[in-house]
């Protein structure tokens, strides 16, 4: 792959895609090439941009076919004729299925004019969203790029800009100035990273697709966010000869900075260092890790409990995890992480989210990940995809990363990479196969750290 191949879908004037087309002539856009535009109106004025640009373009109308999935898979056909590699939707007013969005994994990115989670999800589009901006009296906005996934508006973020709300403007003057001061600087910013990422992946021998073994620096991506949440990573030392686990939590209130984590015997616990901080402690106080026979169970809630109860009676982490739900909330509605490192036998792993499926909360998504472990090699979740006025969740699948052979440097290393301002508390815990013993590591930010644990 010497250039990513990039179809462009839109339904409208095509302004997106004309940032994309001088990123690409001004060599703004040199990983990737525009090679096809669809549009879902035959009187959009992008498909004359396009035509201007010299690049191929089509009409594929939603109300040509009675049904979506008949739409979707002339969407795909065309694609796929053309040899896409990279889907953005830049101004298309449609939004696709799961099944569209699982042909094109982590490969469909959109730009979306309001700092997601804000104004966002079903029914917020366009000129609508700058209308709401403005109903709401916000001072401030901005656009969104982001990954597609099964919700919308609900994958990765990749890039978000601020930009000021005037008392004089209108929907159409805030629609120009988001535009023109992020989204058309975003989009080709994102466009050329995710072609760079593409192409590179092809050389390593991945096909353009995401290779468990080819980890990403965990610490990097950890630094990268300011505010992840509570975030759980299970995997394998480099050696095979060990289970590897590390939960932390990080807070931005007094409150949630009151705690500390403690040991129970062989089980982790959140101890309050101020009670007075906060009248209602029931979704910051809970027991994270619960060591049984055969498991161990960590979570970022009282669902650790839950699938110990539903473990005992025979029943298994699914089970458990279908009576649970995201947590209570609004606006966050912060996701319940939950994993179990499995001992009897093999040693295996799964992780879990369950999170709003929707902007308003009324469905919930349920998504477990199981593991066969690969030396070296962890995955980790988390609950926000980073710091905002109201939180974003973590989407997609958990990412994998690379293992320290050593506990206390792995431990030191993953705390120094948290955001010192937000980080709060770190738990690491290395398990050896054959006997089952383990090493493990505290560290607090308002005790002594780095002791054992």
Known sequence: MLKAKIAVLVSGGGTNLQALIDAQESGRLSSGQIALVIATRRDAFALFRAQRAGIPAETVERAAFSTQEAFEARLLERLAANGIDLVVLAGFLHILSAGFVAHYPDRIVNVHPSLIPAYSGKGYYGIKVHEAVLAAGETETGATVHMVNEVPDGGRILFQ???????????????HRVMEQAEWRLLPRAVEELCAGLIAREQEGTNGMQNESKQTNLFETIQANPYPGRGILLGLTPDGTRAALAYFIMGRSAGSRSRAFAKDGDNLAIRML?????????????????????????????????????????????????????????????????????FSGSFSYKLSILKAGDAAGTTTLRQTFAYEPLAGTGHLIHTYAGDGKTLPSFSGEPVAMAVLDDCGAFAQALWSALNPENRVSLYVRFTNLQTNEFEDRILNQYETQGEPA
């Open 161 to 175: 800009q601020r930009v000021p709300v005037f008392p004089s403007d209108t929907p159409k003057t805030l629609q």
């Open 274 to 342: 101020d009670d007075g901080k906060i009248a209602d402690t029931s979704l910051i106080f809970y027991t994270p890790l619960r060591t049984l026979a055969h498991a161990v169970v960590v979570t970022n809630g009282d669902q650790t409990d839950t699938i110990c109860a539903s473990l005992a009676e025979g029943k298994t982490f699914e089970d458990a995890l279908m009576t649970r739900t995201f947590e209570p909330d609004a606006p966050h509605f912060t996701p319940r992480i939950s994993s179990m490192l499995e």
